[in-house]
């Protein structure tokens, strides 16, 4: 499956703070992080407990309003955005998974597919190759509880592909799946990866973190360190390489 490219950096993010005020308390969530993730790349973000990492992708999907910086999605700055326009630009340009896989459980699991596709221009043939793709199409009009939690999360794979997002985020995608189906998870996210999908992952796994390109570690919300994991598939030299970045 090839894809279409343009030339719009599909993600670039510029000093974002974002603050939780508890009572007394001001935790600073993310404090002036930058980043900018290419077409195509595959960047995995790991981080202790609270580090910052779901309000990092939270704050990428613009589902999180940022105290300060910005997020730019496709040259779109979300912060500039509307509520309506917002949304709209969500549905069309990011795709979201989370680790509880957000089905709607009274809709059929191709019809939780289809939801986010805005036109039903040639609908039918997009969503039959993307379920043949993702190796779920005979599983197509089973309701989600009666699936596997693997097949469950490639359906929510699918609805967050269906429009061809600028980019994909998953938040613990694998953190709901025994260790088979997450590294087959993996796999397939590695592959879309290989075939030009732009995807950023939170996890707390090397096992999971291994498939990316690249590991941004956060804490206490600020970026501590980077490292490039150059395609080894060794989650004990990951988790070597991730406590160098700890310590950095
Ligand atoms: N809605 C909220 N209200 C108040 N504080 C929050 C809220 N969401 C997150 N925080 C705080 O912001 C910090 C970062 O939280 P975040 O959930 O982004 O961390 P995380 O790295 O994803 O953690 P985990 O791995 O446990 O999911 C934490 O100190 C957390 O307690």
């Not at 955005?81 to 896989?101: E, Y």
Request: a negative charge; glycine letters at 8%.
């Amino acid at each position: 499956m090839s894809l279409p490219s343009n030339d719009l950096v599909p993600l670039k993010i510029s000093g974002v703070v974002k603050t939780y005020t508890q009572g007394a308390a001001v935790v600073r969530a993310l404090d002036g992080i930058d980043l900018t993730v290419e077409a195509g790349e595959f960047v995995a973000i790991m981080g202790a407990s609270g580090s910052g990492k779901s309000t990092l992708l939270h704050a990428m999907a613009g589902l999180t309003d940022v105290d300060s910086g910005s997020v730019v999605v496709e040259g779109m700055d979300l912060s500039s955005m509307r509520d309506a326009a917002l949304t709209r630009f969500r549905r069309d340009r990011i795709g979201l998974v989370f680790q509880s896989f957000n089905l709607i459980p009274t809709l059929s699991a191709e019809a939780n597919v289809r939801l986010p596709a805005s036109s039903r221009q040639g609908l039918d043939g997009k969503v039959d190759r993307l379920l043949e793709r993702l190796g779920i199409s005979g599983r197509r009009k089973h309701k989600p509880d009666a699936m596997s939690g693997g097949e469950q999360q490639r359906f929510a794979i699918a609805r967050a592909l269906i429009a061809d997002p600028a980019i994909l985020l998953a938040d613990e995608p694998t953190g709901s799946l025994d260790s088979v189906s997450g590294q087959e998870l993996c796999r397939l996210l590695r592959e879309l990866s290989e075939e030009g999908r732009t995807i950023v992952i939170v996890t707390h796994e090397p096992a999971v973190a291994m498939w990316a390109d690249r590991v941004i570690v956060l804490k206490d919300g600020k970026r501590l360190s980077e490292f490039k994991t150059s395609g080894k598939h060794d989650p004990e030299s990951i988790a070597v390489d991730y406590q160098h970045a700890l310590q950095a």
